[in-house]
């Protein structure tokens, strides 16, 4: 019998300082639900980090590309229950998913969760049927699974590296693109003004005098794709 954290155990995961320290403290808390192990990746201005308590080998298999799992949640915000049966049958799965069967995983739970920062994809994965009554209690850890992984990047984050909003690096990507703040303004339904607005802010977080400089800036640092 699986007893349900309370809410005093899930705020440990928010003291964690260091990506270590927040996948033992995770683990640590699975032992209260029947799964078996997780996986949180998050994204952040076009980085990323990995943690979870799945094999080395099997964590490194999960790439960039989207699998079905990814671009169902990426894409409708709603969680999935899956098994590595059907998506290793089906074809369309990557790879990794033959890796987790062969690990003896036979279903898992994903959902993402989103803020200010950046965006993770959780699973928690099971080595038996889930136990549906225990989905929800696993939406409360993911919760604060993120909220922790958010606060460990933050504090983390190099300081020369400017944290940008989405909608600055809309504006910032356009640009880059060779389209002019009218076009961008058209294509992200905001006026003309609001994208000098954002393209202003973002020179000033470079420290830097126009926009030209700003996207060499955040190309050298990866915060937008290349031309």
Same mark, same amino acid.
């Given at each position: 019998?699986?007893?349900?954290?309370?809410?005093?155990?899930?705020?440990?995961?928010?003291?964690?300082?260091?990506?270590?320290?927040?996948?033992?403290?995770?683990?640590?808390?699975?032992?209260?639900?029947?799964?078996?192990?997780?996986?949180?990746?998050?994204?952040?201005?076009?980085?990323?980090?990995?943690?979870?308590?799945?094999?080395?080998?099997?964590?490194?298999?999960?790439?960039?590309?989207?699998?079905?799992?990814?671009?169902?949640?990426?894409?409708?915000?709603?969680?999935?229950?899956?098994?590595?049966?059907?998506?290793?049958?089906?074809?369309?799965?990557?790879?990794?998913?033959?890796?987790?069967?062969?690990?003896?995983?036979?279903?898992?739970? =994903?959902?993402?969760?989103?803020?200010? +920062? #950046?965006? /993770?994809?959780?699973?928690? *994965? %099971? @080595?038996?049927?889930?136990?549906?009554?225990?989905?929800?209690?696993?939406?409360?850890?993911?919760?604060?699974?993120?909220?922790?992984?958010?606060?460990?990047?933050?504090?983390?984050?190099?300081?020369?590296?400017?944290?940008?909003?989405?909608?600055?690096?809309?504006?910032?990507?356009?640009?880059?693109?060779?389209?002019? =703040?009218?076009?961008?303004?058209?294509? +992200? #339904?905001? /006026?003309?003004?609001?994208? *000098? %607005? @954002?393209?202003?802010?973002?020179?000033?977080?470079?420290?830097?005098?126009?926009?030209?400089?700003?996207?060499?800036?955040?190309?050298?640092?990866?915060?937008?794709?290349?031309?």
């Amino acid at each position: 019998m699986h007893l349900r954290p309370s809410r005093s155990q899930l705020a440990l995961l928010l003291r964690a300082q260091q990506w270590p320290d927040l996948a033992t403290a995770a683990q640590d808390l699975l032992q209260h639900f029947p799964a078996s192990s997780f996986m949180l990746r998050m994204s952040v201005a076009g980085q990323r980090q990995a943690i979870g308590s799945l094999p080395p080998h099997i964590m490194a298999e999960f790439g960039d590309e989207a699998d079905p799992v990814s671009r169902h949640i990426g894409a409708s915000g709603i969680p999935l229950e899956w098994d590595t049966a059907t998506l290793c049958a089906g074809g369309d799965g990557a790879p990794v998913y033959q890796s987790l069967r062969g690990a003896g995983i036979v279903s898992g739970l =994903s959902m993402a969760a989103r803020s200010d +920062l #950046g965006w /993770s994809r959780i699973d928690f *994965y %099971f @080595h038996q049927d889930a136990d549906k009554g225990a989905t929800a209690d696993l939406f409360l850890l993911g919760s604060y699974l993120h909220e922790a992984a958010c606060r460990v990047w933050r504090a983390s984050w190099p300081a020369e590296v400017p944290r940008l909003t989405a909608r600055e690096r809309q504006c910032l990507q356009w640009s880059a693109s060779g389209k002019t =703040s009218q076009e961008i303004g058209q294509i +992200l #339904g905001i /006026s003309q003004h609001t994208v *000098y %607005f @954002h393209l202003k802010k973002v020179a000033s977080k470079f420290k830097v005098y126009g926009t030209r400089h700003a996207i060499s800036r955040a190309m050298d640092l990866k915060l937008i794709n290349p031309i």
